[in-house]
């Protein structure tokens, strides 16, 4: 697995040495219960989760977040930004195989990961906060027991990514890429360790999130629209986007919330204390 050093190293690798794919480039590939390594590469293998890889595999799996997140996978802090990112837990037997996968196959398949739906191409940009001309795709490192690049169907990026339901993904992960890219970070500015837990709350432990909101002082503070509210009971996508809207506001003083009368009060209240002292 992966840490944070070999992380840094493997990303740089990948910008330094790796042939860069545009949509249009083609690669040749081709996976499934006929291909004689099927299920060989599900092991030992580091997966990143997005926040809504989450969502989909624990509503899939039919966990709640917190007993998916312990259950299921391990969190590392990236470099000195203190971005977590959950990773896919293997399992401890050898050979360290994914715990969604069976004798037939990938047993989340309808809801696998964005990077095990884009396998085997990655995506990257040297620029860290853009996806301006620089983005760029590319053909992971080869397993060597993988006979799929032996198979003869040739695909473009673009095609690849339509077969695979891609778009729906990169839709959903927009707001959290905006997060992670955002300029603050550029600045060499880092998070605090109490300010990577709100965003490993509010990004991946989406149901204690969700008690977060509706049972601690957090409606005393935030005016909600009450139509607005009640989605957030039910529905998972709403209250991530929410996540992402306090986050913003949180982490980065953006006006994404609005406080209420209470709790603009209170904070004059305490400026005044602290400068009658």
Avoid at 80 to 102: S, T
Wanted: aromatic share 14%.
């Amino acid at each position: 697995m992966l840490d944070q050093a070999s992380f840094s190293r493997w990303k740089e690798a990948i910008l330094a040495e790796y042939p860069r794919l545009g949509l249009d480039d083609t690669f040749r590939f081709g996976c499934g219960p006929g291909v004689k390594c099927f299920n060989a590469c599900c092991a030992d293998v580091n997966v990143f989760l997005t926040p809504y890889d989450v969502l989909r595999i624990k509503r899939k799996l039919g966990l709640d977040s917190r007993t998916f997140l312990e259950r299921h996978t391990r969190t590392i802090t990236l470099d000195a930004r203190g971005i977590p990112l959950v990773q896919i837990r293997m399992n401890e037997d050898d050979p360290k195989a994914c715990p969604f996968v069976g004798p037939e196959g990938c047993t989340v398949y309808e809801d696998r990961p964005w990077s095990c739906r884009m396998y085997p191409i990655g995506s990257a940009s040297p620029a860290a906060g853009a996806d301006g001309p620089d983005a760029f795709y590319f053909v992971v490192e080869r397993f060597p027991a993988c006979a799929g690049f032996d198979d003869e169907r040739e695909w473009t990026v673009r095609a690849w990514k339509a077969d695979q339901g891609i778009d729906e993904y990169e839709i959903k992960g927009e707001a959290f890429k905006a997060i992670c890219l955002h300029k603050f970070f550029r600045a060499r500015s880092g998070l605090t360790p109490d300010k990577t837990r709100m965003m490993h709350l509010a990004c991946y432990d989406l149901d204690t999130f969700r008690r977060f909101v509706f049972e601690s002082s957090f409606l005393r503070r935030f005016d909600v629209e009450p139509q607005t509210l009640e989605r957030f009971r039910a529905d998972d996508e709403a209250l991530l986007l929410f996540g992402f809207r306090w986050l913003r506001f949180t982490l980065f003083g953006e006006k994404t919330l609005v406080m209420t009368d209470d709790a603009v009060e209170e904070g004059v209240q305490k400026m005044g204390k602290m400068f009658t002292k």
